[in-house]
């Protein structure tokens, strides 16, 4: 076993650990801190199902971004699109057989385009970054450098087109990951720096603003229903200032 | 107090984002609370030894009572749509003045004591320790934010700016920095019952007052009662209604619909007061002891219903908040929802007939109507989505012949505030009252010239104070701003009933 192979294997597991903890143990802490009162922003749905159709039509057209930003949002939505290609057309790496679908050539097709996608949206997100002066202005060392580090998966994970690695091997490699039977890495360049970043991203995910993935879906301006007046809506916390 | 001299900010027919100016309103910092009034409610006198042990304490401790600020602290992605949508930002150009900006202030600091990478990487992601000087931008910042919510609506992750400004100024009251304005009215709400400081004997003579005047216009005669035991509604108002140009009209006009409706009803000396300033505070504690007011009046009275008058941030707590702070209410009347507001309690007769208007006698008036940001982002009316944008604006449509609405993209959940909102109406805020009323002047403007509107009708006692400021500021004459109720009052067709 090569130590690329050790180094890749192990980290991949850490990384995959971080990921998935980190993300359940944040999921964890927004579900039990409690939401005192009833925030909801306009249209606030009534009802639970409201509520659902709201963060469906958010989490999958960006609708509040859409009415603030439209360059963002142009910019936003492709990323975040191509990026789910993307992952659609990786799958073919981690599931033995592969999944019937996943082989379709249409969603191989995409998946393979979704990377230039990515890359105009990403690099969109970044111009507007560098030169609107109020984007300038908040953006942190931490926000370029995301946007930087996404940017260089969607590019060496495009430029395997014409330098290629072995994916039979590759696919043994994860397959080997996920049922604890290791085998050899390919040790080429460009799939060594596309897996390390994508390691990366993965480090980083729960310590980051990529915590707006989860966060959303917890954000009592969305996702609560307008029911302040039918029922109390008390917090344990506030409960004791009764007594 | 006169204004201060600072420049005056233009009215443009397209308004358009300005470019940033750094710390452009970095001096601009209300007056702090005095030791009586910060004790009064709690809190340290004045800025602690221990300050920073402390303000990271609460911090803490806020974290783990309320998910908005924890959620809103992790989920910002720094992408900039806030940026031009605050009527402070637009007004003054202090990016600190942009919503992210804003709470990046906090966020910072957040970062740096509570997460792994300001930990250790502080320069990396924009972690800042906590300074004096940083709580200086606090107390500057945190009150340039009128909480009023538009920044929620357009962020795609939902991050209410209110929430993080309500902590940031918790987080300073619990070491002893507090506002003067907020917390010398909370005083005297827990004191004397109102925000004016308006004892009982005072408030029945301007109610007396109030009759003699109706009696004279109508020459009927429309009660405006106080305390009056076994009433069928409890009407909660804002104390500025009590004698304040343009809220009184509004009050006449709830008077008359109760009178033509043949509806008993009562204000309190107890409750002479709709606002709720333990909310501009963040404070959950003060807020539910202004609440309990409510409840203590509702009982002590043996009404059936709770109605609120013309209050934007008041009917915010009394619709969202009320039942959850001071309910649950099921000694009162179960056919109404607890508590209404009084423009649903005028459309309802509406509805059923019970009142009629002539509408020529607004015929004086081209109207139109600004969304208060807390009614129009913060509660509904009547129980439909939408409610608080269509009720007021329909009640305008019953009783005038003339009405036209602003531009669409500063109106209803767009609406912008008025400028004074969030425990900012005070005098030594001036120069930020009227830098932050500009965008709502600007659509002003564009109507009054495009359909010769004369008068704006607003149903927030904030809204129609500072406007009554804004609208001399920026040229147009201050009588300009009415209160809704004023047209209902203005057209409403009285008959002589006795009750």
């Known amino acids: 076993m090569s130590l690329v192979t050790i180094i890749y294997g192990s980290l991949f597991y850490f990384a995959t650990l971080i990921l998935f903890a980190g993300i359940a143990y944040r999921i964890y802490e927004y579900a039990t801190i409690p939401a005192p009162l009833k925030i909801p922003t306009p249209p606030a749905p009534k009802t639970k199902r409201g509520v659902a159709v709201r963060l469906f039509r958010e989490v999958v057209f960006f609708e509040s971004l859409f009415h603030s930003a439209k360059w963002t949002w142009l910019f936003g939505w492709l990323f975040h699109f191509a990026l789910l290609l993307a992952f659609f057309r990786h799958l073919r790496y981690a599931t033995d057989p592969v999944w019937f679908w996943v082989s379709w050539e249409i969603v191989q097709a995409a998946g393979h385009y979704a990377a230039y996608m990515m890359l105009l949206g990403l690099i969109g997100l970044l111009v507007r970054r560098i030169f609107v002066d109020r984007v300038r202005h908040i953006s942190a060392p931490s926000d370029y450098l995301i946007l930087i580090l996404i940017i260089g998966i969607a590019l060496s994970g495009l430029m395997m087109k014409w330098y290629p690695t072995d994916i039979f091997a590759l696919k043994q490699f994860i397959i080997g990951l996920i049922y604890f039977s290791w085998s050899e890495l390919p040790s080429d360049f460009m799939l060594l720096l596309h897996l390390g970043l994508v390691l990366l991203l993965m480090i980083i995910f729960p310590y980051s603003k990529l915590l707006h993935a989860p966060g959303l879906f917890f954000s009592p301006t969305r996702n609560q229903t307008d029911t302040a007046r039918d029922s109390r809506h008390i917090a344990d916390w506030a409960r004791k200032l009764e007594s | ?499």
Request: net charge negative; aromatic share 10%; hydrophobic share 35%.
């Open chain 2, 1 to 499: 107090m006169a204004v201060k001299e600072f420049e005056k900010p233009e009215l443009k027919e397209y308004s358009d984002v300005p470019l940033l100016e750094k710390k452009a309103t970095a001096h601009l910092a209300p007056f702090k609370s005095k030791e009586e009034f910060q004790s009064s409610l709690g809190y340290p006198g004045e800025l602690v030894d221990n300050w920073q042990d402390a303000a990271l304490d609460k911090m803490g401790d806020l974290l783990k009572k309320y998910r908005s600020l924890r959620v809103y602290l992790d989920s910002c992605i720094q992408c900039g749509a806030c940026t031009d949508k605050c009527h402070y930002y637009l007004g003054t150009k202090d990016p600190s003045n942009m919503p992210v900006g804003r709470q990046n202030l906090l966020r910072s600091v957040y970062r740096r004591y509570f997460t792994l990478p300001g930990k250790y990487f502080p320069k990396l992601v924009g972690a800042v320790d906590l300074t004096k000087e940083v709580l200086d931008d606090w107390y500057s910042y945190y009150h340039q934010c009128s909480q009023c919510r538009r920044c929620a609506v357009f962020c795609p992750m939902g991050i209410d700016t209110a929430e993080i400004s309500m902590a940031a100024r918790e987080i300073m009251d619990s070491v002893g920095v507090g506002q003067k304005y907020c917390n010398e009215i909370i005083g005297k709400v827990h004191k004397i019952g109102n925000n004016l400081g308006l004892p009982e004997p005072a408030l029945a003579d301007t109610l007396e007052g109030l009759e003699e005047d109706v009696k004279d216009e109508t020459d009927i005669d429309v009660k405006y009662p106080l305390d009056q035991k076994d009433s069928d509604i409890l009407l909660v108002t804002p104390s500025a209604d009590f004698f304040a140009e343009p809220h009184v009209d509004g009050l006449i006009g709830y008077g008359k619909v109760f009178h033509q409706a043949g509806l008993s009803w009562t204000l309190s000396s107890h409750a002479s007061e709709a606002a709720n300033f333990g909310m501009f505070i963040g404070s959950y504690a003060n807020m539910r002891k202004l609440a309990m007011r409510i409840r203590e009046a509702a009982l002590d009275l043996n009404v059936k219903r709770i109605v609120f008058g013309e209050c934007g941030h008041a009917w915010r707590v009394a619709y969202s908040f009320l039942n959850t702070l001071a309910g649950p209410f099921d000694f009162l009347d179960p056919k109404y929802p607890v508590p209404q507001h009084i423009c649903e309690v005028t459309y309802d007769l509406i509805q059923k007939n019970v009142l009629q208007f002539d509408k020529s006698a607004n015929d004086d008036m081209v109207v139109t109507y600004h969304d208060s940001c807390n009614v129009a982002r913060a509660s509904n009316m009547g129980d439909v989505i939408g409610g608080q944008f269509t009720i007021p604006r329909d009640i305008i449509k019953a009783t005038t012949n003339h009405f036209y609405d602003m531009d669409e993209s500063t109106i209803k959940e767009k609406t912008f505030c008025c400028g004074g909102g969030g425990g900012l109406l005070t005098d030594d805020l001036m120069e930020l009252r009227m830098k932050g009323a500009l965008p709502r002047m600007e659509a002003l403007k564009r109507v009054v010239d495009d359909y010769g509107v004369t008068h704006m009708a607003a149903i927030c006692a904030i809204c129609k104070s500072q406007f009554s400021k804004a609208l001399g500021y920026y040229g147009f004459e201050i009588d300009q701003i009415i209160s809704l109720h004023q047209l209902v009052g203005n057209a409403l067709i009285m008959n002589k009933k006795e009750l």
